[in-house]
């Protein structure tokens, strides 16, 4: 048993169970979800040292051989994802205990806080179809329960677009499983790849669509994305926070997986759609954003224009390509989660999130002001900040092919998303406050806030300095799955 | 049986979605509930359906005697039924939550607090 494989899902599920036993105590609650995360982040950064250092790692549970037992499997990608995650995971857990209130901390906010983190976790680690249907809803169970947690009404209303647009997606997903394991007979990863080799067919394009359906709706591409502005600014920032760093991610990180595992045989067609619904996810997301006059509302239509980057390397389906996509992945996470702290930190001062009543925060927070141009700008593209080298390294793969149409594309939402941002500086930071307002603490920022954000702004300033190693990584990472046999020879344990 | 269980199928995915387009919130349910057996039911079929030959290898032999029933499928379908048992619990206990905050079982009037 290689037990760097096993702990990112083990540390989460104990550190829940240990959450709900210590039970009424809060203060031993809130030490017990810090500690987790924390450890959390350890055992991803332990992860993804021992696949870098000895390659993809492979643990079959219960000792059943594939593809008959319960695969779990880690290659780069997926060890970077549950690294990223747990550093997330930690910023937003410390955040956490100066937003969430006593009642949802009562109401089990902590072991739903580790069950979320469990289903990220279970996602990016397993090697079969099934379980990663399995491991989604134990993500999005705990993710409804967050999302209602508090029953406050918009609450409630997001809760019910959210969770009836999931369950159709998970449908779908398990309706594209029962016509894979109809014409298979497997499940695992590894073992379709092997089947599914160089013979396009109906069926296999038709389950191919049916997921690409289903994951689409979870990462919220065009036109599947309406779930998403209508819940992510109604729960507590923290909740909201994770929400929009992690779970669309998951959904991308699945696309990314299965078409670049399983689906290959007709990139002509598979991977023409993805190029068209990722330029169209990213013009509708940024337009939309430009519409919007409440902070989080206008970064949740970012995060969809955001989206249709991520897949738009997996559509163009180069090594370079997929290496800007997993690096943007990472730089998207930091940056997004970050922003939406920093709202919450405005919102905590001011007692709102709407870019109409705010003003005259930079006279105030001149700091605060400073960390949010980071993150903004980064996720602009400005240089040298992260998103800069992000973009970069995608419009230069698009250059190489070279398609050019999605180039001008991601160019011209860059720029609108720069105009966004410019919009939340220029009401929020800028304009000054209009009269009447006071809502909110007026005091200074809590620490609780502020250190999660300084930190998640350092480690955006750190990729923009020091790019290469992350986009070496992640060059790496994508030469794994473009090169799948790794990958089968590892889980399989036999040359395809 | 597979083309009986095939039509069935069919009537059930199209029945839940046409109730999922109403704005009923009851309806709605009603819809996922129908939905989540209709996938079921899909796995169950697409596996292939083999009556009567349980895959339990008879005294004597050492291998299964062709053909079999697939267990596999079975498991699968089980460990749906809870999670849809479970998603299933959550939805009536948010709806009713929503039915008594919103006093309506129209969808249409969801976000109504969003709209000045």
Same mark, same amino acid.
């Given at each position: 048993?290689?037990?760097?494989?096993?702990?990112?899902?083990?540390?989460?599920?104990?550190?829940?169970?240990?959450?709900?036993?210590?039970?009424?105590?809060?203060?031993?609650?809130?030490?017990?979800?810090?500690?987790?995360?924390?450890?959390?982040?350890?055992?991803? !950064?332990?992860?993804?040292?021992?696949?870098? #250092?000895?390659?993809?790692?492979?643990?079959?549970?219960?000792?059943?051989?594939?593809?008959?037992?319960?695969?779990?499997?880690?290659?780069?990608?997926?060890?970077?994802?549950?690294?990223?995650?747990?550093?997330?995971?930690?910023?937003?857990?410390?955040?956490?205990?100066?937003?969430?209130?006593?009642?949802?901390?009562?109401?089990? /906010?902590?072991?739903?806080?580790?069950?979320? !983190?469990?289903?990220?976790?279970?996602?990016?680690?397993?090697?079969?179809?099934?379980?990663?249907?399995?491991?989604?809803?134990?993500?999005?169970?705990?993710? /409804?329960?967050?999302?209602?947690?508090?029953?406050?009404?918009?609450?409630?209303?997001?809760?019910?677009?959210?969770?009836?647009?999931?369950?159709?997606?998970?449908?779908?997903?398990?309706?594209?499983?029962?016509?894979?394991?109809?014409?298979?007979?497997?499940?695992?990863?590894?073992?379709?790849?092997?089947?599914?080799?160089?013979?396009?067919?109906?069926?296999?394009?038709?389950?191919?669509?049916?997921?690409?359906?289903?994951?689409?709706?979870?990462?919220?591409?065009?036109?599947?994305?309406?779930?998403?502005?209508?819940?992510?600014?109604?729960?507590?920032?923290?909740?909201?926070?994770?929400?929009?760093?992690?779970?669309?991610?998951?959904?991308?990180?699945?696309?990314?997986?299965?078409?670049?595992?399983?689906?290959?045989?007709?990139?002509?067609?598979?991977?023409?759609?993805?190029?068209?619904?990722?330029?169209?996810?990213?013009?509708?997301?940024?337009?939309?954003?430009?519409?919007?006059?409440?902070?989080?509302?206008?970064?949740?239509?970012?995060?969809?224009?955001?989206?249709?980057?991520?897949?738009?390397?997996?559509?163009?389906?180069?090594?370079?390509?997929?290496?800007?996509?997993?690096?943007?992945?990472?730089?998207?996470?930091?940056?997004?989660?970050?922003?939406?702290?920093?709202?919450?930190?405005?919102?905590?001062?001011?007692?709102?999130?709407?870019?109409?009543?705010?003003?005259?925060?930079?006279?105030?927070?001149?700091?605060?002001?400073?960390?949010?141009?980071?993150?903004?700008?980064?996720?602009?593209?400005?240089?040298?900040?992260?998103?800069?080298?992000?973009?970069?390294?995608?419009?230069?793969?698009?250059?190489?092919?070279?398609?050019?149409?999605?180039?001008?594309?991601?160019? #011209?939402?860059?720029?609108?998303?720069?105009?966004?941002?410019?919009?939340?500086?220029?009401?929020?930071?800028?304009? #000054?406050?209009?009269?009447?307002?006071?809502?909110?603490?007026?005091?200074?920022?809590?620490?609780?806030?502020?250190?999660?954000?300084?930190?998640?702004?350092?480690?955006?300033?750190?990729?923009?300095?020091?790019?290469?190693?992350?986009?070496?990584?992640?060059?790496?990472?994508?030469?794994?799955?473009?090169?799948?046999?790794?990958?089968?020879?590892?889980?399989?344990?036999?040359?395809? | 049986?597979?083309?009986?269980?095939?039509?069935?199928?069919?009537?059930?995915?199209?029945?839940?979605?046409?109730?999922?387009?109403?704005?009923?919130?009851?309806?709605?349910?009603?819809? !996922?509930?129908? /939905?989540?057996?209709?996938?079921?039911?899909?796995?169950?079929?697409?596996?292939?359906?083999?009556?009567?030959?349980?895959?339990?290898?008879?005294?004597?032999?050492?291998?299964?005697?062709?053909?079999?029933?697939?267990?596999?499928?079975?498991?699968?379908?089980?460990?749906?039924?809870?999670?849809?048992?479970?998603?299933?619990?959550?939805?009536?206990?948010?709806?009713?939550?929503?039915?008594?905050?919103?006093?309506?079982?129209?969808?249409?009037?969801?976000?109504?607090?969003?709209?000045?």
């Amino acid at each position: 048993m290689k037990l760097a494989l096993v702990l990112p899902l083990l540390v989460p599920l104990l550190t829940a169970v240990a959450c709900i036993l210590a039970g009424a105590s809060r203060v031993a609650q809130r030490a017990l979800s810090v500690l987790g995360s924390g450890a959390l982040l350890a055992a991803g !950064l332990w992860l993804l040292r021992s696949v870098d #250092a000895g390659g993809i790692q492979v643990v079959q549970l219960g000792n059943w051989p594939a593809p008959f037992g319960i695969t779990l499997v880690a290659d780069l990608f997926s060890a970077i994802m549950v690294a990223i995650t747990g550093f997330v995971a930690l910023c937003v857990a410390v955040f956490a205990l100066a937003n969430i209130d006593p009642a949802r901390e009562r109401f089990g /906010f902590h072991p739903l806080y580790q069950l979320l !983190l469990l289903g990220v976790c279970g996602a990016f680690l397993t090697g079969d179809l099934f379980n990663l249907f399995v491991w989604f809803e134990v993500m999005l169970m705990s993710s /409804f329960v967050l999302l209602a947690l508090g029953g406050e009404r918009p609450q409630i209303e997001a809760a019910v677009k959210y969770l009836t647009l999931n369950f159709i997606a998970s449908g779908l997903f398990l309706t594209a499983l029962g016509i894979l394991y109809g014409q298979f007979g497997t499940l695992n990863m590894a073992d379709l790849a092997v089947k599914l080799r160089d013979q396009p067919s109906g069926v296999t394009l038709s389950s191919a669509m049916l997921l690409f359906v289903s994951f689409g709706i979870k990462a919220g591409v065009f036109p599947l994305f309406f779930w998403l502005p209508a819940s992510y600014h109604t729960p507590p920032v923290a909740v909201s926070a994770i929400f929009a760093g992690l779970l669309t991610k998951v959904g991308v990180y699945a696309l990314i997986r299965v078409f670049t595992l399983i689906f290959t045989a007709d990139p002509a067609t598979t991977h023409t759609l993805i190029v068209v619904v990722s330029v169209l996810t990213m013009i509708t997301g940024v337009l939309g954003a430009a519409a919007q006059y409440e902070i989080r509302r206008v970064l949740s239509f970012h995060i969809i224009s955001q989206i249709g980057y991520m897949t738009l390397g997996l559509g163009l389906f180069t090594t370079a390509a997929i290496a800007a996509s997993i690096f943007y992945i990472v730089h998207h996470i930091v940056v997004k989660t970050n922003l939406f702290l920093i709202g919450g930190a405005i919102g905590h001062v001011r007692g709102t999130g709407e870019l109409k009543q705010l003003g005259g925060l930079y006279r105030d927070y001149p700091w605060i002001g400073l960390l949010f141009l980071i993150p903004a700008m980064s996720l602009g593209g400005i240089p040298p900040l992260s998103g800069f080298f992000a973009k970069f390294a995608l419009v230069k793969s698009a250059l190489e092919i070279p398609s050019y149409w999605p180039v001008v594309a991601a160019l #011209a939402v860059g720029l609108l998303t720069l105009f966004s941002m410019t919009k939340i500086w220029a009401e929020a930071f800028w304009k #000054a406050e209009p009269e009447g307002a006071t809502g909110g603490t007026r005091g200074p920022v809590p620490l609780l806030m502020l250190v999660p954000i300084v930190a998640m702004a350092l480690l955006t300033v750190a990729i923009g300095f020091f790019p290469g190693t992350l986009l070496d990584l992640a060059t790496r990472a994508a030469g794994q799955l473009m090169n799948p046999n790794g990958y089968i020879e590892a889980v399989l344990g036999r040359t395809p | 049986m597979e083309t009986t269980l095939a039509i069935v199928i069919g009537g059930l995915y199209a029945i839940s979605f046409y109730l999922m387009l109403r704005r009923s919130m009851v309806k709605l349910i009603l819809g !996922l509930m129908l /939905f989540s057996q209709a996938v079921n039911l899909l796995l169950f079929t697409a596996a292939g359906l083999t009556r009567g030959q349980p895959p339990i290898i008879p005294e004597g032999a050492d291998a299964l005697p062709v053909p079999f029933a697939d267990p596999l499928p079975q498991a699968l379908i089980l460990t749906a039924i809870v999670i849809s048992f479970g998603m299933i619990a959550f939805t009536l206990a948010l709806t009713r939550r929503a039915h008594s905050s919103l006093e309506t079982d129209d969808l249409d009037q969801l976000g109504r607090s969003e709209r000045p």
